[in-house]
């Protein structure tokens, strides 16, 4: 190491080396020396330079077999930029870049790599045994809902990892001897330790969606109060003898994605646990900021976006407090260590903390390591001990990855499937249908003339082939043209002949994010407001009559509604803010659903009539639509059902045809603010007379528990079938009572009956290429 970065310790202050230590671990390090051998500690050496100088450098020290990876932590000031990351020029271009500054990965993973990651999986899924050999803890009296058995084995699970009183087949450290003398050795790292080093403080509760982690982790959060008092009291006591000021609460603080979770919880604890539970919603411009008030209470719940916008002050409020508990819902939201949101919740103290989670590793292995950096768990505190040991070896083909993986799985994880539970059964049926021949007509004339702007390199990027777009706008004119045909397919001859200029790039933007998604990226998009990397799915489309390339993550858009003039979110809040939005024009006015309780699909006629009459002819014919409001008039008077679509333009469509049919319905959609949603919902579920709900897709796959309906209806088919399996999850829940009845729509002889057959791999192919395996270009 030494001879490798030599020279580059003689070229100060062109080049800087930086060694990064972790206080904590150096001294505990220290600590448990017995002799000036054992006192090695590892750091991270971190070399800052000019960019132009990248290439020589990593050329200089793979010479020396040395290679650089990402640091855990560097200065935030430098971009990061890694010579020896591996790019594949074939797969180079094959993202489009969004308008919205969409920051996705710039090369997709070989095939292989992706495969095997899933077996890798699979086979630690497999491989666990402490699920089974838990015990049942019936929960504390003040529940008002009995844990079901799995949930009680969960208590159980999370009673042993906060008190340490966990089975020696599941401990990480083990008795063992060295040199004669008796230590304590740690099962993968081999570290040495004179005492035992205590195994408790947390964990990760990874059950799929829908088998009730929030319910388990409120039972925890009731059967310890008395002990949080207990340790939050002796903390004070002895903070007072040693003079410091540090505030120490019994509390439990949860963190979740949006401001719609801090009312799904609420009305969690409202329904399992009897009154005296204080809680405090830490969210909003009204929030409570008192230190006494937050430390006195039971729980408090806040959003990763409240405790980012804190962060750039020091000390923010909550972290002034040493809670008793800390819980991160969507826990994998903090997955990358360069974000404000992984920053901020790991640089919170707790005697606890925990993960909820139904997807730990997204999209690799790194995603989990995240997660035991927050959970402190030494020595995977560092993310570098976790690449070391798990992530390397994996990359290496060495089957100890997956040995060890299963001893963190079993010591730091619960991790069981809906396999366990006696859920209501789920049936699926297909709809495949034919166009009539006016539809085909439409469909082939469109198709051509998607073929000829194809050809002409005609995009949505100004000035086509002469300004250096010539690659990219091929690429994303074929992407369009496979988009156009797919609202086609939807909207038949109600839908007017195709043009350029008349597109809605609303509904073409949330389709490209769609698109991502299928690749298997987890792209995500980077909100102006808070300047966070937002998921896909849960994200507003943003489509401002400023016509911006502004985009705002949905919590953003919510706090924004509190100021004059934005209450309609029609403007763009920053160009709003500065003065550059243009004048109101009434005929633009898009009415939010939920605004009040009179709500009816005539509002819906109301703005599509405004807002699409060059989009949508009066009159026309569907084959889907018909098949669609047909299938939803079967028994509509004793189901309710959810209608899901990526676009807001066939939801409109579909509303005018309910409102024809007299069915009473309901919506939401990306621009529905999230304070408004949880009323939809709650209409939807205790209204009699509301029997369908419209919904997009993404919106539908986040944060929303749907369990009054009992029929969901796939109106087209997604890139990424897992999307469409997280909007069905949220209908197939514990509170389910009935058989969900599910309906996909197809038309033979389209793009749509590609999309079915293709898989992964190929749909990316198809989405950038159209190329067949025989290489001629084609889009259907």
């Known amino acids: 190491m030494t001879k490798a970065l030599e020279p580059l310790l003689k070229e100060t202050p062109s080049i800087e080396i930086e060694a990064v230590g972790v206080t904590s671990a150096l001294c505990e390090q220290i600590g448990r020396a017995s002799k000036p051998e054992e006192a090695l500690v590892q750091v991270n050496v971190n070399i800052y330079g000019p960019r132009e100088r990248a290439a020589e450098i990593g050329g200089a020290l793979s010479d020396q077999k040395h290679y650089l990876q990402r640091p855990d932590y560097f200065k935030a000031q430098f971009p990061y930029d890694n010579p020896h990351t591996l790019i594949f020029p074939d797969l180079e271009g094959q993202l489009v870049e969004e308008e919205v500054r969409e920051e996705v990965s710039a090369a997709a993973k070989p095939r292989a790599e992706e495969d095997r990651l899933k077996t890798l999986v699979t086979e630690v899924h497999n491989s666990l045994s402490r699920a089974k050999e838990l015990e049942i803890e019936i929960g504390d009296k003040r529940l008002k809902s009995d844990l079901l058995n799995h949930q009680q084995r969960a208590l159980s699970y999370m009673l042993q990892r906060e008190s340490g009183a966990i089975p020696e087949k599941y401990r990480l450290w083990q008795k063992g001897s060295h040199g004669g003398q008796e230590l304590y050795i740690h099962r993968i790292t081999k570290t040495r330790s004179q005492v035992r080093p205590e195994e408790m403080g947390g964990g990760v509760l990874a059950d799929e969606m829908g088998m009730g982690k929030t319910f388990s982790t409120l039972a925890l959060i009731v059967q310890t109060i008395e002990a949080g008092l207990e340790w939050a009291e002796q903390k004070r006591s002895e903070e007072h003898t040693s003079g410091k000021a540090r505030r120490y609460s019994h509390a439990t603080l949860i963190v979740v994605p949006s401001a719609l979770l801090i009312n799904t919880w609420l009305n969690e604890i409202e329904l399992h646990i009897q009154d ?239 698109a991502f998604i299928g690749l298997g990226q987890g792209p995500e998009i980077m909100c102006d407001g808070c300047k966070q990397p937002r998921p896909i799915l849960g994200s507003t489309n943003n489509s401002f009559v400023e016509n911006c390339t502004h985009s705002f993550c949905l919590e953003c858009l919510d706090d924004c509604a509190d100021f004059p003039g934005m209450q309609n979110m029609k403007h763009c809040p920053l160009c709003h803010r500065f003065g550059n939005a243009p004048p109101d024009d009434q005929d633009d006015i898009v009415m939010q659903d939920g605004d009040d309780e009179d709500n009816t699909p005539d509002k ?35 189901t309710k059902s959810i209608i899901f679509s990526c676009w807001t333009k066939t939801l409109n469509l579909i509303s005018r045809q309910l409102t024809k049919e007299k069915i009473r319905h309901l919506r939401i959609d990306g621009d529905c603010l999230l304070s408004k949603r949880q009323n939809i919902i709650d209409k939807f579920a205790r209204d009699g007379n509301a029997r369908v709900l419209l919904m997009t897709t993404g919106t539908g796959a986040f944060g929303l528990n749907l369990t009054a309906a009992n029929r969901i209806f796939l109106v087209e088919p997604q890139w990424n079938p897992s999307v469409e399996n997280q909007a069905i999850a949220r209908a197939i829940r514990l509170r389910q009572q009935k058989e969900v009845l599910v309906t996909r729509y197809y038309l033979r002889d389209t793009v749509e009956e590609s999309m079915r057959s293709q898989q992964v791999k190929k749909r990316q192919v198809a989405l950038f290429g159209f190329a067949r395996e025989d290489g001629e270009v084609t889009v259907a």
């Open 276 to 514: 005296g539970l204080k809680t405090v919603k830490y969210h909003g411009q009204g929030r409570e900021k008192d230190l006494s008030e937050l430390e006195q209470a039971d729980v408090v719940i806040t959003t990763y976006n409240t405790l980012a916008s804190e962060f750039s002050p020091r000390k923010a409020v909550l972290d002034r407090i040493n809670w008793y508990r800390i819980v991160l819902d969507e826990a994998h939201i903090i997955r990358r260590p360069t974000t404000t949101f992984y920053r901020t919740c790991t640089d919170l103290e707790a005697r606890s903390r925990w993960c909820l989670t139904g997807t730990p590793i997204q999209n690799r292995l790194e995603d989990i390591g995240a997660l035991f950096a927050f959970l402190r768990a030494e020595p995977f505190h560092s993310l570098a001990q976790f690449r070391r040991f798990i992530c390397i070896p994996f990359e290496q083909g060495d089957a100890k990855a997956r040995d060890r993986l299963v001893l963190l799985y079993d010591a730091l994880c619960l991790r069981r499937t809906k396999d366990i539970l006696e859920l209501p059964s789920h049936n699926e049926r297909t709809r495949d249908l034919t166009m009539t021949d006016d539809e085909r007509r439409q469909y082939d004339k469109t198709f051509k003339i998607l073929l000829r702007y194809m050809g002409t390199g005609v995009s949505q990027y100004p000035g086509g082939a002469g300004h250096g777009h010539d690659h990219r706008s091929i690429k994303f004119g074929q992407f369009q043209a496979h988009l156009q045909l797919r609202i086609l397919c939807n909207h038949g001859t109600f839908q007017k002949p195709f043009s350029w200029k008349k597109r809605d790039l609303k509904d073409e933007r949330a389709a490209e994010r769609e």
């Open 604 to 638: 819906d006629m109301v703005q599509e009539n405004s807002l699409h009459k060059d989009y949508f002819n009066r009159t026309g014919f569907s084959t889907k639509m018909n098949a669609l409001i047909r299938d939803v008039k079967e028994d509509v008077g004793t």
